[in-house]
T-cell receptor, first 116, second 115 residues
Framework: DSGVTQTPKHLITATGQRVTLRCSPR?????VYWYQQSLDQGLQFLIQ???????AKGNILERFSAQQFPDLHSELNLSSLELGDSALYFC???????????????FGPGTRLTVL | AQSVSQHNHHVILSEAASLELGCNYS??????LFWYVQYPGQHLQLLLK??????LVKGIKGFEAEFIKSKFSFNLRKPSVQWSDTAEYFC?????????????FGGGTRLMVKP
């Protein structure tokens, strides 16, 4: 158990819908990261938040958005869902004072999203 | 932009065999290197990491990796695998030159160890 929790574990929805994935970081970790793992794209970084502020952005679609709340939990919102959005979405967290590259990331169990 | 290649997609070994998984990265600047493992049904776990210093790093569960800067490689090794090492292994890289801490992952190598 990494200490990072994600809900729900599984999500099945239809094209065009909107879903919210939730992540609670390890106690005390200030950074939260979102990754997408799909068969064709592999594991891809989406976005990082550090203490409520966006710190780094990857190839995140405009239909996707994220935020980190004052209690440090994070939500990833996916809208206008397409079949190709079906994937495993991982959240990770790290401690450290700056959310920099030497911080070890601890991964959650993931949310499996299926878009029908 | 960074990229990571793992050339072996699937590896099958018998118990006690030696393991070497290849990882090559593409980036001209300073890098930090990582190996993560994902056991069946579990989350990604860090095996080992390299930031600087001794290019031979030792991780958990008897794994080690060697950073060869001239070859842009960070291969993972284990002298004698066990059935419990069956998992998917991911090499990853980030750079202190970039804002934040985004990891770029390779495509992963699925290792099956036969008892």
């Amino acid at each position: 158990d990494s200490g990072v929790t994600q809900t729900p574990k599984h999500l099945i929805t239809a094209t065009g819908q909107r879903v919210t994935l939730r992540c609670s970081p390890r106690s005390g970790d200030l950074s939260v990261y979102w990754y997408q793992q799909s068969l064709d794209q592999g594991l891809q970084f989406l976005i990082q938040y550090y203490n409520g502020e966006e710190r780094a952005k990857g190839n995140i679609l405009e239909r996707f958005s994220a935020q980190q709340f004052p209690d440090l939990h994070s939500e990833l919102n996916l809208s206008s869902l397409e079949l190709g959005d079906s994937a495993l979405y991982f959240c990770a967290s790290s401690g450290g004072s700056l959310g920099t590259s030497t911080d070890t990331q601890y991964f959650g169990p993931g949310t499996r999203l299926t878009v029908l | 932009a960074q990229s990571v290649s793992q050339h072996n997609h699937h590896v099958i070994l018998s118990e006690a065999a030696s393991l070497e998984l290849g990882c090559n990265y593409s980036y001209g600047g300073t890098v930090n290197l990582f190996w993560y493992v994902q056991y069946p049904g579990q989350h990604l776990q860090l095996l080992l990491k390299y930031f600087s210093g001794d290019p031979l790093v030792k991780g958990i569960k008897g794994f080690e990796a060697e950073f060869i800067k001239s070859k842009f490689s960070f291969n993972l090794r284990k002298p004698s695998v066990q059935w419990s090492d069956t998992a998917e292994y991911f090499c990853a890289v980030n750079s202190p030159n970039n804002a934040g801490n985004m990891l770029t992952f390779g495509g992963g190598t699925r290792l099956m160890v036969k008892p």
